[in-house]
């Protein structure tokens, strides 16, 4: 983007980072964290030991764990910049994991059958939901709370409320890529599965959508503005329908990696996985009245939500208490979003003023 | 130069009611061509027929360059012509480059080709002469330079024609400047423009021509050379005084209200006293900060300086709260949103403002039902019974119920906005005579109203505002509509 600098070099004021760059305060929040847990680390072992939670060990196990759940709160993202919300994609999720085990186990129909047969369930409940919230104005929040419900009561009625166990038909999904790497702090082995790398991917590719094709800034439009963007000629309807459409398409692939880590298709699976993604998300930055946001915020919110359960394991701090650092994180980061836009509004309006009575003294 | 539009007999009924009849209308390349008239004269009308929102009736024709044609909202656009309405329609957490280009993206491949579009929108803003930049943030621009931004996109996409209407209704003096600024600029590359405003002073600064609608018909077209303005307003003006409303004089009493020197919220410097059995009508343009004064009076917002007085004891309306303990009334422009709560019932809407003086904890349904049945019989609301949904009545019933609400406040000082917006006939006299009736019971009101008959016909003393400051204060008998015109959108009085 060698013609933006340029221009920026001709006149550009002072804009607050917090300002100009999106992610800045999130990312603030987030190196703070990071920088606290490995200071407690250094002292509670009194400086002896390189801090395990920046160990790659601890990373690559934290990208494990947030793989999934990262998946599908790319897909949130979208969905929420659109301006709409998906509450069902926990027991969706579920559902995806309960055809897809049942396929493999218990239908017959082979692995690769079973996973496309998984994942277009996805997309087409999605789709059907997303047809729904587009042509009927009731708020996608409802419909989508409907949808939750609905699916996990499919899933109940397929799986006779019990698991779905498999023989690791699914184990190619979860093996090491780099097996016998050792970690040179630890010692221990380093672990990459597909999924990580697919999680990547998808978050790369959603990213380079909204941010440079047509398509992903009309979800900006959409969002912000649906009036606006219907009479700048924008299909509305069918931006809604798609976003969702393709939201089904990421939850399909999350849930086939959720199932090849349990190894048992079961309704638990899911559970919580709506609220989660929307944590990582709004943590991200991404508006809950749509319109604004981004993926690298996301993938932000993603290992922050997913470190803190870590850091608190390493720390031997009772799971119990990750609940409340959790919520507090997300009323931080989200009102520290606020504090900040507000305090650099006041900045420039005072800035602003203050311009303005310099031209009144100069004229008087 | 030549003509690009042409509008010929062009007329517009809605259920009967003529919005335009029998215009003439045309538009040169290159040149400014200027809309004026009172509000309701047909101006918005005649616009949304140029943009194809309305169809004209039958006998009506539209020709553009040459072709007659039947407009609609996309072969406007097809054809080059955009409007640029009042309120802005934006994207305002997009960059201005992105709200030019939405929905009419250059690509390259299957990416956005923003480099091309950015060159583009540099382009068009060096020439504009605008300091804007591709990639400033639309909502933290401000309404000036989203305008400027709008206007842009015109030259982008090499449009014909550009609809200006009341581009500058909440812009600051140096945001007018710069503004006309950039229509003399745009005038230079070919495309005509329909500039539509209240304020006199643009018209002359930029207008080539004007045209005078005036209930709906053509009353003059003018070239702008030797036009002066007080030809202008006699054509805008110019209704038969003998078919106004005739009211019920009331002996005027002592002081009830009384504004010292207020300002905040966007007026300044207001003071004027308010007598018993007294209506003092507030007059002015869109904008011009009258609603913006009874906000401020009634303590939705707040007051940087000045006094208000009730009888002869200072008091200080922080919150409506207060207000409505010192008995005001504020029967609101926009009944809809703010007058009642429309889902409700009748008796729930007027209950709901004497909550505050009423030291009951526990409300009882009976109790409001029989307040409010007698109401229902008092001003006579055609309604079934008290416990009809407000949204279920028409304009002139619901009017009358957020009347019923402050008659069961018991206020003194009524403060309307707008009395009889959207309201026929028979329940607009109705209206008139239970404020006069207000009146006789030696309370008081100040009334805000666009329609010029009204004003005239209620009005004890008219105060006119323009900028948010008052303009001038005219006596009952002096009022008449070139008079007030003359003050609310022309210069200085004589």
Known sequence: MSDQASTKTEKAPWVSPFKRFENFTVLTIFVSFVIIIVLLQLIMTGGTKYPTFISPVNILNIMQQVGVPGIVAVGMTMVMISGGIDLSVGMLASLVSIVTALGISKWHLGVVPSILVGISTAVVLETLMGFIISRVKVEPFIITLGGMITFQGIALLLCNSREVIMNGELNFIKTNLIAGTKDPVTGLNLVIPPYVL????????????????????????????????????????????????????????????????????????????????????????????????????????????????????LLRLPSEVQFVAKGLVIIVAVSAGYVSSTFSEFLSRRKGLAAVSGDASKGG | MGEILRLSNVSKTFAGVRALQGITFDLKEGEVHCLCGENGAGKSTLIKVLSGAHQPDIGGEIWFEGRKIDLTPHLALGLGIQTIYQEHIVFDSLSVMENIFMGLEREKGIFLDRKEMRRQTV??????????????????????????????????????????????????????????????????????????????????????????????????????????????????????????????????????????????????????????????????????????????????????????????????????????????????????????????????????????????????????????????????????????????????????????????????????????????????????????????????????????PEVISMSDRVIVMKGGEMVAEIGKDRISEEHILTHSIGEKAQ
């Open chain 1, 198 to 313: 697919v999680f990547l991917l998808l978050a790369l590719l959603v990213g380079l959508l909204l941010k440079y094709t047509k398509y992903g800034r009309r979800i900006y439009a959409v969002g912000n503005n649906s009036n606006a963007a219907f009479l700048a000629g924008i299909n509305v309807r069918a931006m809604r329908l798609s976003v969702y459409a393709l939201m089904g398409l990421l939850v399909g692939i999350g849930s086939v990696m959720l199932l090849a880590r349990i190894n048992v298709g079961i309704i638990t699976l899911g559970q919580g996985l709506e609220i989660d993604t929307i944590a990582m998300v709004v943590i991200g930055g991404t508006a809950l009245k749509g319109g604004k946001g981004n993926v690298l915020g996301t993938l932000i919110g993603v290992f922050f939500l997913g470190s803190i359960g870590n850091a608190m394991n």
């Open chain 2, 123 to 452: 382009e068009v803003l060096e020439y504009l002469k605008s300091d804007l930049r591709p990639e400033m943030v639309m909502g933290d621009l401000g309404s000036g330079q989203q305008k400027i931004v709008e206007i842009a996109k015109g030259l982008v996409f090499k449009r014909k024609v550009i609809i200006l209407d009341e581009p500058t209704a909440s812009f600051s003096i140096s945001e007018i400047d710069n503004l006309l600024e950039i229509i003399k600029t745009v005038k230079k590359s070919g495309i005509g423009i329909i500039y539509i405003s209240h304020h006199l002073d643009e018209v002359f600064r930029v207008g080539d021509r004007v045209t005078v609608l005036r209930d709906g018909r053509n009353v003059s077209h003018y070239d702008i050379g030797g036009l002066t303005k007080s030809q202008l307003i006699k054509d805008m003006v110019g209704r038969d005084p003998s078919t106004f409303y005739k009211r019920e004089s009331v002996p005027i009493g002592e002081v009830l209200f009384e504004a010292r020197n207020l300002s905040g919220n966007g007026v300044r410097n207001i003071s004027f006293k308010l007598h018993r059995g007294e209506v003092l009508g507030f007059s002015g343009m869109t904008g011009s900060g009258r609603s913006e004064l009874m906000e401020l009076l009634f303590g939705g917002a707040r007051l940087d300086s000045g006094e208000v007085r009730i009888g002869d004891r200072p008091v200080r309306h922080r919150t409506p709260k207060a207000a409505i303990r010192n008995k005001m009334c504020f029967i609101t422009e926009d009944r809809q949103n703010t007058g009642l709560f429309i889902e409700q019932t009748i008796a729930q809407n007027i209950v709901v403002a004497n909550m505050v003086n009423t030291r009951n904890f526990i409300s009882s349904p009976a109790r409001d039902l029989k307040v409010a049945e007698g109401f229902i019989q008092k001003l006579s609301i055609r309604a079934k019974n008290a416990r009809v949904r407000a949204m279920n009545l028409s304009g002139g019933n619901q009017q009358k119920v957020v009347l019923a609400k402050w008659f069961n406040t018991n206020g003194d000082i009524f403060i309307f906005d707008e009395p009889t917006r959207g309201i026929d006939v028979n329940s607009k006299q109705e209206i008139y005579q239970l404020m006069v009736g207000l009146l006789k019971q030696g309370k008081a009101i100040i009334m805000v109203s666009s329609d010029m």
